[in-house]
């Protein structure tokens, strides 16, 4: 039987409990077990290239990106609560970030 996809409440509740008790999710960037990873990316995306970053979290790629000078022009995620925190670790981009579903047509249609 397939499993059917959690909802965004799930996902507010999973993030507000992370971050509440102070883990992954309120780490800096270099703070991040990711962080590795996120740079290894990083050094292959050149200056022109623009970064479309879907499940964004809280933001912490967003905030690596762009103190690397590269051009974040969209953050998606299925929760609001992470959304809400993106957007305050980054405040200079923002309006980049949206609650959605990746299954909602028109953030495929981003502009910059």
């Given at each position: 039987m397939k499993k059917k996809e959690k909802n965004n409440k799930w996902y507010d509740e999973r993030y507000k409990?992370?971050?509440?008790?102070?883990?992954?999710y309120n780490l800096s960037p270099n703070e991040s077990i990711y962080?590795?990873?996120?740079?290894q990316i990083i050094e292959h995306i050149s200056d022109e290239e623009k970064i479309a970053d879907f499940g964004c979290g809280v933001?912490?790629?967003?905030s690596l990106a762009v103190s690397?000078?590269?051009k974040?022009?969209?953050g998606v995620d299925f929760s609001q609560f992470a959304i809400?925190?993106?957007k305050i670790k980054n405040p200079g981009i923002s309006n980049t970030f949206l609650c959605n579903t990746l299954l909602d047509k028109k953030i495929y249609l981003f502009k910059e």
């Open positions: 409990k992370l971050t509440k008790n102070k883990e992954q962080f590795g990873l996120w740079s933001g912490q790629f967003a690397k000078n590269k974040y022009v969209l809400d925190i993106a």
